[in-house]
């Protein structure tokens, strides 16, 4: 039996609690990682935790915290840190998406947008770097999206933050590569959840992603050999829509 890399390994995943955040909570958990998630609500981070919990037991925690606060995300580090002793790897998933044109869109939801697909990302990177540093490495991945090199109408704050987030996590690989920390960021495409709607996984939508697609995909690179650094991967439906 062929021992997962990830065995034992301490991970915090934000957004954790639902969508794509909780597929790779799920899928971290099969494969014998700790992981401790955050998300904006009680109820979402208790009836995940307690979901997963009667397959997964200790391995799995979490706390309420909304990443455009940067002392909740302090908050939320120190927290993981006690109960894992780590993370070795971020997965900075938590997002919301804003559609919208320009003239009709509330400056409030601009900054929410920036705040929590830029800033969150940030203030989140800041925090687990030095304790990476003091584990002698760790993995961080960016959830992003192909709205990030492919703009729409509608799609200004969304769009800046998702082509933001490729320069940001650019320049972050190269600042603590040489620290044995790795850094990629995922571009999915059409994924069917319930992110900028009100029902979850329509089935009329099959020809979109699913969750678990996005989960593979991170795996698959925390799983990869470390000389090996796969910083970008663009993930699309094989057979989208016509």
Known sequence: MIMSRLEGKSALVTGGSRGIGLAITRTLLDRGAQVFI??????????????LAEKHGGRIGGTVCDVRDYEQV???????????????????????????????????EWRATVETNLSGVFYCCREVIP??????????????????????????????TKFGLIGFSEAL??????????????????????????????????????????????????????????SRVELRPSEPQK
């Open 131 to 160: 304790l990476m540093k003091r584990r002698e490495g760790g993995y961080i991945i960016n959830i992003g999206s192909l709205a990030g090199k492919n703009a729409f109408p509608g799609g200004a704050a969304y769009n800046a």
């Open 74 to 108: 302090r908050g939320m580090m120190r927290q993981a840190e006690r109960r894992y002793g780590g993370p070795d790897i971020l997965v900075n998933n938590a997002g919301i998406g804003s559609f919208n044109n320009v003239e009709k869109m509330p400056p409030e």
């Open 173 to 230: 690989m190269q600042e603590v590569r040489y620290d044995h920390i790795r850094v990629s960021y995922v571009m999915p495409g059409s994924v069917n959840t319930e992110f900028g709607r009100s029902s979850e996984q329509e089935p009329s939508k099959t020809w979109k992603l699913r969750p678990e697609d996005v989960a593979t995909v991170v795996v698959n690179l925390l799983e990869m050999d470390p000389r090996a650094l796969p």
């Open 38 to 51: 955050c998300a904006t609500t009680q109820s979402g981070v208790g009836r995940a935790v307690t979901a």
